[in-house]
């Protein structure tokens, strides 16, 4: 029997979209669509920019939306 890699890498052809908050993934979840990514972007967007008195909960966090086809490489 053959052994597979620790990290097996996807067909060419086979792209996920992974959310990522300053450069880390928010979760295990891959996507197979932008807009699949996208609200789980708004939520992750609307928890950090919280205000709680009177002050952003964490302003300088950045979220992205990142179309790849090594998800668990993502750092």
Known sequence: MMDLPKYSYMV???FVY???????R?????YATYEEALVEA???????H???NGTKWDPLSVIK??????????R
């Open 12 to 14: 060419d052809s086979n």
């Open 18 to 24: 992974v959310v990522t908050r300053d450069k880390r």
């Open 26 to 30: 928010t979760s295990w979840n891959n």
């Open 42 to 48: 708004k939520y992750w967007t609307s928890l950090i």
């Open 50 to 52: 919280k205000v709680i």
């Open 65 to 74: 939306i990142v179309k790849t086809d090594t998800p668990r490489r993502i």
